[in-house]
């Protein structure tokens, strides 16, 4: 069994780290915690005991404590330290080598990988002394995960500084905890201490993101349509999560019952052909990400007027004809006009990699979110979704999260994708 130690620094980001303990543990992970003194300002050791189910260290001179189980053993002890969230505060002193607490006491006799999760308030984050104490850690091994971007905790402030979500930190720590030393390129969440460049820009400031969301509605007459269950939260989170990150997003989008995201233009249509259009008058785009449910097909023929029922004759036939892939239209657009990085998603029942992997290779598509949509997944219309990452390189199984998850991890492995791309231009 994985053993990690997680040191919970004072900020108001600690109650995510309860969250996290859960998702750890639930992936047969061993939490042990060390709660900070301004950690326990947020949250109690009663809390962190209750959801690890082991004893909180709290104190360096707790001599109980230390009898049972000392700074050194739980230095020895993990294989892994998280250190979330990481106050401007702890950072400095971790850079220091400080030792005059158990937190950075543990830091500093640990040999295990660490992972540092920062979180606070912006204007903390871009001071040059927290720039130079990441810097710093960097350079002794610490990994970072974060801070992202968007609201903070006090009133009207937004900007770098929040703690990575939960869904981000899991598999990061997953992957720590492989062994898999590619942290820095791997799964791919945004790292932004990494990808922004000193002066804050948003890792896609200056990008242009397209995304289709929602169902398409295929008349049949002026008041009958063939439509799908597709609810659009998929797609509008994930022009949010790339609005956040600073791009310019364009979201096209058929009828749906949520409402527009903030930030972003949208498009409203109707059909697959008027969605095609929308798409092809958007472009050029730097990513195009195609979470739209497109009816395949519509009435080849949609009648003017309602088609009345008459006694006695039979049921109308609906005649179909087939709608054009937008996704597979964009994909393979000349290179000059193709977005860089184009996204499907494949919602599947059966096969759901396999289908995916086909359909990507066939779409001409860099990578397809793989979902599941048979009956009992609950995805259509749902909060949740479990997909799998399919790419040139292989497949990425994702944990459970929820929408806006997704989007984040997806927007934040796009943002990735661009960043390497120019530095190895
Ligand atoms: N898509 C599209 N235009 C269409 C059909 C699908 O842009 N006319 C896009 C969707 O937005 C999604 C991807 O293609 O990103 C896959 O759609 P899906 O319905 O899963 O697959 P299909 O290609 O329609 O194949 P099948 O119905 O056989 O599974």
Request: net charge neutral; with cysteine; glycine share 8%.
């Amino acid at each position: 069994m994985k053993r990690v130690l997680l040191i919970i620094g004072g900020g108001i980001a600690a109650y995510k780290s309860l969250d996290l303990i859960r998702r750890l543990k639930e992936r047969g992970i061993a939490v042990r915690c060390v709660l900070t003194k301004g950690g326990q300002e947020f949250i109690t050791p009663l809390a962190v005991g209750a959801i690890s189910n082991e004893h909180v260290a709290t104190d360096l001179f707790d001599l109980n404590a230390e009898r049972e189980i000392g700074h050194i053993r739980l230095a020895r002890e993990a294989d892994l330290v998280i250190v979330a969230p990481a106050t401007a505060d702890l950072l400095a002193r971790m850079a220091q080598g400080h030792a005059n607490d158990l937190a950075t006491a543990v830091l500093l006799a640990t040999r295990a990988p660490v992972l540092a999760a920062p979180a606070m308030n912006p204007a903390m984050w871009t001071h040059a002394a927290t720039q130079r104490n990441v810097k710093q850690l960097a350079a002794d091994g610490v990994e970072f995960i974060g801070p992202n971007a968007g609201e903070m905790a006090e009133r009207g402030e937004a900007g770098v500084g929040r703690m990575a979500e939960v869904a981000e930190i899991v598999p990061r720590v997953e992957q720590l905890l492989e062994g898999e030393d590619e942290a820095r390129g791997g799964f791919g969440f945004i790292n932004v201490s990494e990808a922004r460049p000193p002066g804050g820009r948003l890792p896609l400031a200056g990008r242009h993101v397209l995304v289709t969301s929602g169902p398409t509605h295929e008349p049949i007459d002026p008041v009958r349509y063939i439509a799908n269950r597709s609810s659009g939260k998929q797609g509008h989170a994930i022009a949010a999560a790339a609005q956040k990150l600073g791009a310019r997003v364009t979201l096209i989008t058929g009828p749906v019952e949520i409402a527009d995201p903030e930030g972003v233009a949208v498009q409203h249509v109707e059909t697959a052909q008027e969605m095609l259009a929308a798409v092809e008058a958007a472009l050029p785009a730097d990513v195009a990400v195609f979470a739209a449910a497109v009816a395949d097909w519509r009435v080849a023929a949609a009648a003017e007027g309602k088609i009345k029922k008459a006694k006695g004759a039979p049921p109308p036939a609906l005649h179909l004809a087939e709608n054009p892939d937008i996704l597979a239209t964009v994909a393979k657009l000349k290179p000059r006009r193709r977005p860089q990085l184009v996204i499907g998603f494949a919602a599947e029942t059966d096969s759901v990699v396999e289908n995916a992997e086909r359909k990507r290779s066939a779409k001409a598509v860099d990578w397809i979110v793989a979902n599941d949509v048979s009956q009992g997944s609950g995805v259509f219309g749902g909060e949740r979704n479990t997909v799998h990452l399919v790419t040139a390189q292989g497949v990425e199984n994702w944990p459970q999260m929820s929408k806006t998850e997704v989007a984040a991890a997806l927007i934040g492995r796009a943002a990735r994708y661009l960043a390497q791309s120019v530095e190895s231009v």
